[in-house]
T-cell receptor
Framework: AQSVTQLGSHVSVSEGALVLLRCNYSSSVPPYLFWYVQYPNQGLQLLLKYTSAATLVKGINGFEAEFKKSETSFHLTKPSAHMSDAAEYFCAVSELRQLTFGSGTQLTVLP | NAGVTQTPKFQVLKTGQSMTLQCAQDMNHNSMYWYRQDPGMGLRLIYYSASEGTTDKGEVPNGYNVSRLNKREFSLRLESAAPSQTSVYFC?????????????FGQGTRLTVV
């Protein structure tokens, strides 16, 4: 079975600093990977997805992620954090007809 | 454009009570899902329905039943609620065309069992 592991359940950055949220995957076949964001008291919203067309994937709100097969990673980055980026972020992998999620990373942005 | 609508948004149950969580989508998607979200555990799949008329167990199906009433609606039933079922429940839908298909989520139902 495929799985994803998110390193760091909580990440704090200062406003304007680089955001780096880590996700590693385990898969015996080429993975299809997703990043979702959850704002407080809301459902999940797709940020971006990797589908093998390009290793660097750009998403909404200035986020991007790079697929690195050699490191089995799909880390999420944003060059400059904004207060509005404070949320919980989930990495997910697609298998059969299901999405399997990581445990989530809570991002706090400090003024 | 409503997307995925869940009702109710909040519910408190006593142990042993039953209830049904409702979910409807207006995107004409073929697949629908129920997840539960618990702190530190991400989202775990309870049941899913690949298409109208079919349902399958996910990772944590015990204590739950589902009904795919029609293409739009997918309900989740707790027959005898337990405190371990205190969680936030999310319904999702997708137009499954392959493994690169994303899911669209409702706003969630926050359930407390006392």
């Amino acid at each position: 079975a495929q799985s994803v592991t998110q390193l760091g359940s909580h990440v704090s950055v200062s406003e304007g600093a680089l955001v780096l949220l880590r996700c590693n995957y385990s898969s015996s076949v080429p993975p299809y990977l997703f990043w979702y964001v959850q704002y407080p008291n809301q459902g999940l919203q797709l940020l971006l997805k990797y589908t093998s067309a390009a290793t660097l994937v750009k998403g909404i709100n200035g986020f991007e992620a790079e697929f690195k097969k050699s490191e089995t990673s799909f880390h999420l980055t944003k060059p400059s954090a904004h207060m509005s980026d404070a949320a919980e972020y989930f990495c997910a992998v697609s298998e059969l007809r299901q999405l399997t999620f990581g445990s989530g990373t809570q991002l706090t942005v400090l003024p | 454009n409503a997307g995925v609508t869940q009702t109710p948004k909040f519910q408190v149950l006593k142990t042993g009570q039953s209830m049904t969580l409702q979910c409807a989508q207006d995107m004409n998607h073929n697949s629908m899902y129920w997840y539960r979200q618990d702190p530190g555990m991400g989202l775990r799949l309870i049941y899913y329905s690949a298409s109208e008329g079919t349902t399958d167990k996910g990772e944590v199906p015990n204590g739950y039943n589902v009904s795919r009433l029609n293409k739009r609606e997918f309900s989740l039933r707790l027959e005898s609620a337990a405190p371990s079922q205190t969680s936030v429940y999310f319904c999702a839908s997708s137009e499954w065309t392959g493994r690169n298909t994303e899911a669209f989520f409702g706003q969630g139902t926050r359930l407390t069992v006392v």
